[in-house]
């Protein structure tokens, strides 16, 4: 049985009473046959369902073509900078926190004793450079000088064995003249016994052969001398046969002083850098912090002296679970809200890392020993942002973010 509406009077103004109608609550049969009694809201809830299922349909699709997280921060080049040589420093021209530009001196070790080490250094090149051009100036007149001594050696030789040869046709001549003398002699022995000849004919004969038989003797040590003087000649030609052996150390001693040369230029070449590391500048442009060194403070070569962090170069690292990785690749466009600012800047997603985050701890899990427990694991993905949307440098690497990438 249908309930007929209560009316009850409302003041709508002061002074005034208007009447409005108050639709009861009804049950499900009663909704129904009301609907069927007033068509016009029948079309209202029939719009009012589409509506929500159109609305539910584009908030899934809204939200499936989305991936999100929290667990993100912005990332950057954080340049640790160190002393390069050891020294005292001089001066230190930052503060912490101070914006710079690349190239900025900031700070000065002193630098007397690297000039003095360059000083020392160039001394010993000019004189390896003498030595060097003493050493190939050398190496044409060894090789002159040893042409000429063979070309000496070799005519030497020739006069010497000339000279032996003539020696030994002496000695057969003065041989050929004592065979002679001696048979004559022989003879006049003969002829002095039986009294044939005189004594002075016989002494003329004995003084002939012993003058000959002299002669024989200085025949032959002519020879022997000749002979000796073609092995001194031979000698000094085996000698200055070696002149190519002999042009190839003065040219192995040349070669040895140009690399002597080359040596002593990269001292003065490293001097000149050391002198230049007394001088620390900023390797990029950005903000200085961690400053750790003071005026008058001694410095060791390696010891770390400020970081610089570069806010030219920002991107965020947005650590996603696996399973939202399915349908996102680099190239798809992200937004990425800020925390500190509350407000989105525009990025891409750059790219994905090549092993979960656990891998890359210090103790990465052993899945293979001990009881195991699936855990949702989480994949580093690289996000650039879009360049031109901080000139005033607000972004901080460290900044908690939460980016969201759109996958289709």
Not at 5 to 23: C, D, S, Y
Not at 117 to 135: G, H, I, K, S, V
Not at 254 to 267: D, F, R
Not at 272 to 288: H, I
Request: hydrophobic share 45%; net charge neutral; with cysteine.
């Amino acid at each position: 049985m249908e309930r007929e509406p209560k009316l009850e009077a409302k003041p709508a103004e002061p002074g005034r009473e208007t009447w409005t109608e108050e639709v009861p609550e009804l049950a499900l049969p009663e909704r129904v046959s009301y609907l069927r009694e007033h068509p016009g809201a029948r079309w209202v809830l029939l719009a009012v369902v589409v509506l929500a299922l159109v609305a539910a349909v584009a908030a899934w699709r809204y939200y499936a073509a989305r991936e999100s997280t929290d667990d993100a921060q912005i990332d950057g080049h954080i340049t640790p900078v160190s002393a390069r040589v050891s020294g005292t420093v001089l001066q230190v021209n930052f503060e912490d926190n101070a914006y710079v530009q690349a190239g900025t001196v900031l700070a000065q070790l002193d630098p007397k004793d690297y000039e003095v080490a360059l000083a020392r250094a160039r001394a010993e090149l000019a004189d390896a450079e003498a030595n060097a051009r003493a050493a190939h100036t050398g190496v044409p007149v060894m090789s002159t000088s040893t042409a000429s001594t063979l070309s000496s050696a070799q005519a030497s030789l020739a006069a010497a064995r000339k000279g032996a040869d003539a020696a030994r046709a002496r000695l057969a001549e003065a041989q050929a003249n004592y065979t002679k003398v001696a048979a004559d002699l022989k003879r006049f022995q003969d002829l002095i016994a039986r009294d044939e000849i005189s004594q002075q004919q016989y002494d003329a004969a004995v003084a002939a052969e012993q003058a000959a038989r002299a002669t024989v003797e200085a025949a032959q040590a002519q020879v022997a001398m000749a002979q000796s003087r073609v092995a001194e000649a031979e000698a000094a030609v085996r000698a200055a046969q070696t002149a190519p052996q002999q042009v190839a150390m003065s040219e192995a001693r040349a070669g040895a002083a140009s690399a002597a040369v080359l040596k002593y230029q990269a001292a003065v070449e490293q001097a000149q850098l050391n002198l230049q590391y007394c001088t620390v500048r900023a390797p990029v442009t950005g903000v200085v912090s961690k400053r750790s060194v003071e005026p008058g403070q001694v410095v060791q070569a390696g010891q770390p002296l400020y970081a610089l962090v570069n806010l030219d170069d920002l991107w965020v690292t947005a650590n996603f679970k696996e399973t939202q990785l399915r349908h996102m690749k680099p190239g798809q466009p992200a937004s990425v809200s800020v925390d500190a600012f509350g407000r989105s800047y525009r990025g891409h997603v750059d790219s994905i890392g090549g092993a979960t985050g656990a891998r890359f701890s210090l103790l990465p899990p052993e899945n293979a020993t001990g009881n195991y427990v699936k855990v949702v694991q989480r994949i580093p993905v690289r996000i650039l942002l879009d360049p031109g949307q901080d000139p005033d440098h607000r972004l901080r690497p460290g900044m908690s973010v939460v980016p969201t990438v759109l996958t289709k």
